[in-house]
């Protein structure tokens, strides 16, 4: 069902893992300073220590070991290569961790994925106005070049940006995440283009500079539920299951894998709301001037974050309010026949993401695809023996099994998130996505296997071990 080099991963990211936020010469980034903010996280909690794998990483090395995980998906901390921002100033110790880190994992024989910016923009750079500013693309560019060039003899997969979509939205638009801002119907939209611009050229940068050295392959990874219209014989709701799409996973798919642009029906939502509460001025949706590098064509694979589904119907027709969802005009509903887990958004439905690869294959012109996030989280009191995780990645892994065989899609690899239980963002960590369970009450932080965990080192191992007996 899978083929022999399928990646069998797990995912983390720097933030929500490696606590270290002052050491050896880091920058502060914006996650340090929003948690520092009164109401904004959990009780109050914060990622300063979180697993503290700055300095316990060899213990996560023996999770991926036990495991038996061929790839790992890791993000490197930006402030912790360079304080501010800058090539100007390289923090030589924060060098000194990721080598390492990629050294032993090669050493395991475990190839590594690094994303370059899991959402922890250095604060030096928000003070210059960070994502909103037009700056941000070639700082981040230089800072990608910096990654590839000190890394790149050893990371063949790269993911320049995890989830702009969740960037814009949550930290410009709702608020809830880091920066902290609430700026709706515009920001987002600014971060979002500024982010597809940066991506853009760190892409072209590989492609020209690196590319025939180094040999690896570098996209974006983009986060999407899967959508269905609520009642399927409804023009509105099959319309607005088409928007909800388009501000989803098209506001960053469309422009790199189909057109260079915004999907059509994206931007005529948002300037048609525009001209019904009066906005004047341009397009909320700025343009791509055709002076900068593409943006079309700028992924060497598909990066998927899959974690639900909904079913959507038409919105009530807009409202006043000039925002996101105002411009999306579309309700998100759950089936009472899926299962929550642990958070209230995440419904389970493994059954989504088989579809989801197939419309990704149909509509992108068959890309080879890595899911590099798909997980299922737990809270309340500390469960190891998690039967219903169990059931989840055994349900999910057989769909994308269908979907490899079945449906013909080139999906190469499958990243669960997440390594480890870890700092979920606002809701600190009361959420807990890992198949190692850590005990944040303890000192140690020790990490204990899920009943989950054990079940996903064996279906690697029955996965891989199929080939051998060929
Ligand atoms: C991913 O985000 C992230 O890449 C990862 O860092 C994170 O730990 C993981 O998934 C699990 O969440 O509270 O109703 O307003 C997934 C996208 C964006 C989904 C924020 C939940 C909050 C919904 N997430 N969203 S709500």
Same mark, same amino acid.
């Given at each position: 069902?899978?083929?022999?080099?399928?990646?069998?991963?797990?995912?983390?990211?720097?933030?929500?893992?490696?606590?270290? /936020?002052?050491?050896?010469?880091? *920058?502060?980034? &914006?996650?340090?300073?929003?948690?520092?903010?009164?109401?904004?996280?959990?009780?109050?909690?914060?990622?300063?220590?979180?697993?503290?794998?700055?300095?316990?990483?060899?213990?996560?090395?023996?999770?991926?070991?036990? +495991?038996?995980?061929?790839?790992?998906?890791?993000?490197?901390?930006?402030?912790?290569?360079?304080?501010?921002?800058?090539?100007?100033?390289?923090?030589?110790?924060?060098?000194?961790?990721?080598?390492?880190?990629?050294?032993?994992?090669?050493?395991?024989?475990?190839?590594?994925?690094?994303?370059?910016?899991?959402?922890?923009?250095?604060?030096?750079?928000?003070?210059?106005?960070?994502?909103?500013?037009?700056?941000?693309?070639?700082?981040?560019?230089?800072?990608?070049?910096?990654?590839?060039? %000190?890394?790149?003899?050893?990371?063949? +997969?790269?993911?320049?940006?995890?989830?702009?979509?969740?960037?814009?939205?949550?930290?410009?638009?709702?608020?809830?995440?880091?920066?902290?801002?609430?700026?709706? *119907? %515009?920001?987002?939209?600014? #971060?979002?283009?500024?982010? +597809?611009?940066?991506?853009?050229?760190? /892409?072209?940068?590989?492609?020209?500079?690196?590319?025939?050295?180094?040999?690896?392959?570098?996209?974006?990874?983009?986060?999407?539920?899967?959508?269905?219209?609520?009642?399927?014989?409804?023009?509105?709701?099959?319309?607005?299951?088409?928007?909800?799409?388009?501000?989803?996973?098209?506001?960053?798919?469309?422009?790199?894998?189909? %057109?260079?642009?915004?999907?059509?029906?994206?931007?005529?939502?948002?300037?048609?709301?525009?001209?019904?509460?009066?906005?004047?001025?341009?397009?909320?949706?700025?343009?791509?001037?055709?002076?900068?590098?593409?943006?079309?064509?700028?992924?060497?694979? !598909?990066?998927?974050?899959?974690?639900?589904?909904?079913?959507?119907?038409?919105?009530?027709?807009?409202?006043?309010?000039?925002?996101?969802?105002?411009?999306?005009?579309?309700?998100?509903?759950?089936?009472?026949?899926?299962?929550?887990?642990?958070?209230?958004?995440?419904?389970?439905?493994?059954?989504?993401?088989?579809?989801?690869?197939?419309? &990704?294959?149909?509509? !992108?012109?068959?890309?080879?695809?890595?899911?590099?996030?798909?997980?299922?989280?737990?809270?309340?009191?500390?469960?190891?023996?998690?039967?219903?995780?169990?059931?989840?990645?055994?349900?999910?892994? @057989?769909?994308?099994? $269908?979907?490899?065989?079945?449906?013909? #899609?080139?999906?190469?690899?499958?990243?669960?998130?997440? +390594?480890?239980?870890?700092?979920?963002?606002?809701?600190?960590?009361?959420?807990?996505?890992?198949? !190692?369970?850590?005990? !944040?009450?303890?000192? $140690?932080?020790?990490?204990?296997?899920?009943?989950?965990?054990?079940?996903?080192?064996? @279906?690697?191992?029955?996965?891989?071990?199929?080939?051998?007996?060929?």
């Amino acid at each position: 069902m899978f083929p022999r080099d399928f990646a069998w991963g797990a995912a983390t990211s720097a933030y929500q893992i490696e606590g270290g /936020w002052q050491a050896d010469g880091k *920058g502060p980034s &914006i996650w340090d300073t929003f948690v520092q903010q009164k109401g904004r996280v959990f009780e109050e909690q914060n990622g300063n220590v979180a697993c503290n794998s700055y300095q316990l990483w060899e213990k996560d090395l023996e999770c991926i070991q036990q +495991l038996g995980l061929t790839h790992y998906r890791l993000s490197v901390s930006w402030a912790r290569l360079l304080p501010d921002g800058t090539t100007q100033h390289v923090n030589q110790k924060g060098v000194a961790y990721y080598n390492k880190v990629i050294n032993d994992l090669l050493a395991c024989n475990v190839s590594p994925m690094v994303t370059l910016y899991h959402w922890d923009l250095p604060q030096a750079l928000q003070d210059q106005g960070g994502w909103k500013s037009e700056s941000i693309v070639s700082l981040f560019d230089s800072y990608a070049q910096f990654c590839f060039q %000190t890394f790149g003899d050893r990371v063949k +997969l790269w993911i320049t940006i995890n989830e702009p979509q969740v960037c814009a939205k949550c930290g410009y638009e709702d608020g809830i995440h880091a920066p902290g801002l609430k700026e709706p *119907g %515009t920001a987002a939209y600014l #971060v979002g283009h500024n982010m +597809l611009r940066a991506h853009a050229k760190a /892409w072209h940068s590989y492609d020209s500079l690196y590319r025939a050295e180094q040999r690896g392959a570098v996209s974006l990874a983009i986060n999407s539920d899967w959508f269905e219209p609520l009642r399927p014989g409804c023009n509105e709701d099959v319309a607005a299951t088409e928007r909800d799409l388009a501000f989803t996973l098209g506001w960053f798919a469309w422009p790199v894998f189909v %057109t260079g642009d915004y999907p059509q029906i994206m931007r005529s939502a948002i300037d048609s709301q525009s001209q019904k509460l009066g906005y004047s001025g341009s397009s909320r949706l700025p343009s791509f001037s055709k002076d900068e590098p593409a943006i079309f064509g700028t992924a060497d694979f !598909f990066a998927l974050n899959y974690y639900t589904s909904r079913k959507v119907k038409a919105g009530e027709g807009c409202g006043q309010m000039l925002c996101l969802n105002s411009d999306r005009d579309a309700e998100e509903v759950l089936d009472p026949s899926w299962p929550i887990c642990g958070v209230s958004w995440l419904a389970v439905v493994p059954h989504g993401l088989r579809k989801l690869l197939k419309y &990704i294959k149909d509509t !992108f012109n068959n890309p080879a695809v890595y899911i590099t996030e798909n997980g299922f989280s737990q809270v309340g009191p500390r469960q190891i023996d998690d039967v219903q995780r169990c059931e989840f990645y055994s349900d999910t892994i @057989m769909e994308v099994g $269908k979907a490899i065989e079945e449906d013909g #899609v080139n999906v190469r690899g499958y990243f669960a998130w997440s +390594l480890l239980d870890n700092f979920e963002w606002a809701d600190g960590f009361s959420v807990r996505f890992g198949l !190692f369970h850590v005990d !944040f009450s303890d000192a $140690k932080l020790s990490r204990t296997i899920y009943r989950s965990g054990l079940e996903y080192a064996k @279906m690697i191992m029955k996965y891989k071990g199929r080939h051998d007996v060929k």
